[in-house]
């Protein structure tokens, strides 16, 4: 554990953004698992809506910088390529 004062509040910091950060990924992953349910379903209006909420917490997540944007546009992708099935 860090003497410095400076640096202990940085690392709580760090852990508290962390955090932040995995609840960004978390909803995208949970958004994404719902799309891919409605599909299965076929269920074009629920897949509308999930796709619709999926790419608007992945371009919150990009601006945040919780997610990379390549990453983003990758998730963005395949959240399309899904959407396509029905």
């Known amino acids: 554990m860090a003497n410095i004062a400076s640096q202990e ?3 709580h910091r760090a ?5 932040e ?3 960004y990924t978390s909803t995208i992953k949970t958004y994404f698992r719902r799309l891919e349910a409605a599909v299965a379903a076929k269920d074009a209006t629920a897949a509308d809506t999930e ?3 999926l790419i608007a917490q ?5 601006s945040r910088k919780a997610l990379h944007r390549n990453a983003g546009a990758r998730k963005k992708s395949r959240a ?3 959407r396509a099935q029905i």
Request: hydrophobic share 30%; charged share 60%.
């Open 58 to 62: 992945i371009d919150r997540a990009v």
């Open 21 to 23: 950060n995995r609840r």
């Open 15 to 19: 852990e508290r953004e962390r955090l």
């Open 9 to 11: 509040k940085r690392i």
């Open 51 to 53: 796709h619709k909420e």
């Open 80 to 82: 399309a390529r899904v």
